[in-house]
Nanobody
Framework: QVQLVESGGGLVQPGGSLRLSCVASGSIFRLDTMTWYRQPPGKQRELVARISSGGSTNYADSVKGRFTISRDNAKNTVYLQMDSLKPEDTAVYYC????????????WGQGTQVTVSS
């Protein structure tokens, strides 16, 4: 089994920045794509950004130019740098990781709250 632990959420003013981290631990064999999702209050969960094992990235249109996803494979960690935050970014942010091999699976973190408000 793989455990994902997110951190870095909090309360910020519009225009501010936050950096989220997601650290994987446990039965790590080979982590593949890692993805950040978010779920605004009262809404469905949506994809924010994803990064492949080789570093290729994709972003939701709503965050392009403002958010940056990155990963450190040696540390089994994925990051989400969030700049120019807007109230619409308020949500619970979840980390997702896919692993192949003997300990294959689709794993989720517990989520971290991000609130953007004056």
């Amino acid at each position: 089994q793989v455990q994902l632990v997110e951190s870095g959420g909090g309360l910020v003013q519009p225009g501010g920045s936050l950096r989220l981290s997601c650290v994987a631990s446990g039965s790590i064999f080979r982590l593949d794509t890692m993805t950040w999702y978010r779920q605004p209050p009262g809404k469905q969960r949506e994809l924010v950004a994803r990064i492949s094992s080789g570093g290729s990235t994709n972003y939701a249109d709503s965050v392009k130019g403002r958010f940056t996803i990155s990963r450190d494979n040696a540390k089994n960690t994925v990051y989400l740098q969030m700049d120019s935050l807007k109230p619409e970014d308020t949500a619970v942010y979840y980390c997702n990781a896919v692993q192949f091999g003997y300990f294959r699976g689709d794993y989720w973190g517990q989520g971290t709250q991000v609130t953007v408000s004056s």
